[in-house]
């Protein structure tokens, strides 16, 4: 089956660094991946569509220039959050759609997610 | 624009009991439906999706669940549980674009 994978698994920052967080699909390509970010014992909520090739589309509410996404190749994206504070802290994790991503049936696959702490 | 509604926050269930997961949608076009399982600290696994057809999904380990259109719900079953299957639960929509929308989600508790 399709495999996402996320890395790192788990990370603690000082307030104020960059933290870098990427998403791979092994073995597949896509053109289209999701960041999304889950708080304790909640839903997950899309913080934005990454597009390979283009800028990234930024749900309502979620700081672009806070959470940086790079989608630089069919098989990788990258999520910075810059300047991390405390309320940051969040499981994060990012989804990919084999292919070109054109049907809106097309399944997303899941990445292991990543745990970011900030003190 | 829609949503999903999970009715159930926390379900215990006993081993090799059945478990039904209920899950209600909102939209204003046809919605495709899904329900994704997440074990403690992993992501998301599809376990079914209804796009079409038959009402009747069966996904991965045993699950199965119902599209029923006029009542809109999609409510997940599995006739006997183990203890594995202990794990948060969310049925999620896509609408009229790519994107997913998760309910609250449901944690299943099975015990010995």
């Known amino acids: 089956g399709a495999v996402v994978s996320q890395h790192p698994s788990r990370v603690i920052c000082k307030s104020g660094t960059s933290v870098k967080i990427e998403c791979r699909s092994l073995?597949?390509?896509?053109?289209?991946m999701f960041w999304y970010r889950q708080f304790p014992k909640q839903s997950l909520m899309l913080m934005a569509t990454?597009?390979?090739?283009?800028?990234?589309?930024?749900e309502q509410g979620v700081e672009k220039d806070k959470f940086l996404i790079n989608h630089a190749s069919l098989t990788l994206s990258t999520l910075t959050v810059t300047s991390a504070h405390p309320e940051d802290s969040s499981f994060y994790i990012c989804?990919?759609?084999?292919?070109?991503?054109?049907?809106?049936?097309?399944?997303?696959?899941f990445g292991p997610g990543t745990r970011l702490t900030v003190l | 624009a829609q949503s999903v509604t999970q009715l159930d926050s926390q379900v215990p269930v006993f081993e090799e009991a059945p478990v039904e997961l209920r899950c209600n949608y909102s939209?204003?076009?046809?919605?495709?439906l899904f329900w994704y399982v997440q074990y403690p600290n992993q992501g998301l696994q599809l376990l079914l999706k209804?796009?079409?057809?038959?009402?009747l999904v069966k996904g991965i380990n045993g699950f199965e669940a119902e599209f029923n259109k006029s009542q809109t719900s999609f409510h997940l079953r599995k006739p006997s549980v183990h203890i594995s299957d202990t794990a948060e639960y969310f049925c999620?929509?896509?609408?009229?674009?790519?994107?997913?929308?998760f309910g609250a989600g449901t944690t299943v508790t099975v015990r010995a």
């Open positions: 989804s990919a759609i084999p292919g070109d991503g054109r049907s809106s049936t097309d399944t997303q696959y």
């Open positions: 073995d597949f390509q896509a053109t289209t």
């Open positions: 990454s597009n390979e090739g283009s800028k990234a589309t930024y």
């Open positions: 939209s204003s076009v046809s919605v495709y």
């Open positions: 209804y796009l079409s057809g038959s009402t």
């Open positions: 999620a929509v896509i609408g009229g674009d790519y994107k997913l929308s």
